[in-house]
Structure formats: structure tokens, C-alpha cells
């Protein structure tokens, strides 16, 4: 059992460049999310999924796209890279939306903008 | 717009003490308060996960409280190891399975 997977590991972008950081869960929980993690700050929220089909903004959405056309994967796409959007990003998921149940989480993709 | 702050922001401490971490919260209507462990380079593990209506769960050598009336939460450690060197998250669950989180304490342990 995988859990939740994310790739690439490591990235480095250009400014201006775009890409797909994916994510990919095997246990067919509900609810996927990304979050991103800056030196000093908590982990902040920037889009989730309660299910494919369905997606939202969270705290920092600006910059960010997503989808969510099946159950198992939840890619988060930079359109245009900022040297702002340099940080840890991570992917989430929960079984079941409004449970009190454990969030799993991926190794995390380190993304550097210069 | 709730906040998590913990404290402290570092933590240094012999092995075999008894340890608390520190997390308080600003918006007591809360799902649920989760803590996690971060080790270098990697992802977030889940170690306890206390529901709303609950005052304490326990895990092994770990403990975690919450008083929702005073936003606060603590993670005791019990006679800690130096595997239990890591990064500590304290996070809000709110509705709709949102974490909000505190920006961690790092906690060394010294054999």
C-alpha cells in the first residue's frame, strides 16, 4: 500500500515556466488537498477536492490550478512560476469528507524558482 | 481567522526527560486538533488526533490534551529518546476536513 505519493521530489523552474507537481493516492479517500510549507509559517492550504469532479480554493489559491477527474489523482499546476511560489508543497488526503479521521500525507516536493 | 502559535519554537533536552509542547489556537469552534511529526526532508506523520468532544488521547509515550475554552492543546512526551528528535506540528482541523497549523517546534533530544 503506497499511500500518498507525490512527484517529482525536487524541481527547479524558471520564472515564467509552468508545470504539473502530481499526487496520487491508492487507499480511494474522498477528500485530497495541497498544501505548501514556508520557513517559519505553518503548512498553508491551497486547494482541495471532496471528490473527483469537485475542487475549491483554500488560503493561497492565487497561482495554482487544479483538478480532479478521478478519485485516485489530484495534480496541482503552476501557470506561470514565481520565485514567491519557492517552497515545500504537500499533498493530503482524508477517507471520508467531515470525519474526524487522520490526514495522510506525501513526502512533499521541494520547488525552487529562479 | 483562526491562528495556531506553538511553543516553543526549539526545544534542546537530555535523553530520558519528560517533555510538553505547547500549541493555543484563537477560534475554539473547532472539528478536531491534530498533532504530527516532521522529520527532515520527509512528510507529515499523523500521532494523535483529538475530536472536539474529547478532553485527551493517548499513543505509547504520548500524550496530547485539549481545552477547547482556553484554545489550547499540549503534547506530553514521556521519557523521550533521541528518535524522537523531529519537527511537532500542532494543527486545527476545521469544517470540511481544513488543517490549520501552528509553525512547529523543533525538538532535539540529546543521548
Known amino acids: 500500500n503506497a499511500g500518498v505519493t507525490q512527484t517529482p521530489k525536487f524541481q527547479v523552474l524558471k520564472t515564467g515556466q509552468s508545470m504539473t507537481l502530481q499526487c496520487a493516492q491508492d487507499?480511494?479517500?474522498?477528500?485530497m488537498s495541497w498544501y505548501r510549507q514556508d520557513p517559519g509559517m505553518g503548512l498553508r492550504l491551497i486547494h482541495y477536492?471532496?471528490?473527483?469532479?469537485?475542487?475549491d480554493q483554500g488560503e493561497v489559491p492565487n497561482g495554482y490550478n487544479v483538478s480532479r477527474s478521478t478519485t485516485e489523482d489530484f495534480p496541482l499546476r503552476l501557470l506561470s512560476a514565481a520565485p514567491s511560489q519557492t517552497s515545500v508543497y504537500f499533498c493530503?488526503?482524508?477517507?471520508?469528507?467531515?470525519?474526524?479521521?487522520?490526514?495522510?500525507f506525501g513526502q512533499g516536493t521541494r520547488l525552487t524558482v529562479v | 481567522k483562526q491562528e495556531v502559535t506553538q511553543i516553543p519554537a526549539a526545544l534542546s533536552v537530555p535523553e530520558g526527560e519528560n517533555l510538553v509542547l505547547n500549541c493555543s489556537f484563537t477560534?475554539?469552534?473547532?472539528?478536531?486538533l491534530q498533532w504530527f511529526r516532521q522529520d527532515p526532508g520527509k512528510g507529515l506523520t499523523s500521532l494523535l488526533l483529538?475530536?472536539?468532544?474529547?478532553r485527551e488521547q493517548t499513543s505509547g509515550r504520548l500524550n496530547a490534551s485539549l481545552d477547547k475554552s482556553s484554545g489550547r492543546s499540549t503534547l506530553y512526551i514521556a521519557a523521550s529518546q533521541p528518535g524522537d528528535s523531529a519537527t511537532y506540528l500542532c494543527?486545527?482541523?476545521?469544517?470540511?476536513?481544513?488543517?490549520?497549523f501552528g509553525a512547529g517546534t523543533i525538538l532535539r533530544v540529546k543521548s
Open positions: 493530503a488526503s482524508n477517507p471520508r469528507v467531515n470525519t474526524n479521521t487522520e490526514a495522510f
Open positions: 487507499m480511494n479517500h474522498e477528500y
Open positions: 477536492s471532496v471528490g473527483a469532479g469537485i475542487t
Open positions: 477560534d475554539s469552534a473547532i472539528y478536531n
Open positions: 483529538i475530536q472536539s468532544s474529547q
Open positions: 494543527a486545527v482541523g476545521e469544517y470540511g476536513n481544513k488543517l490549520v
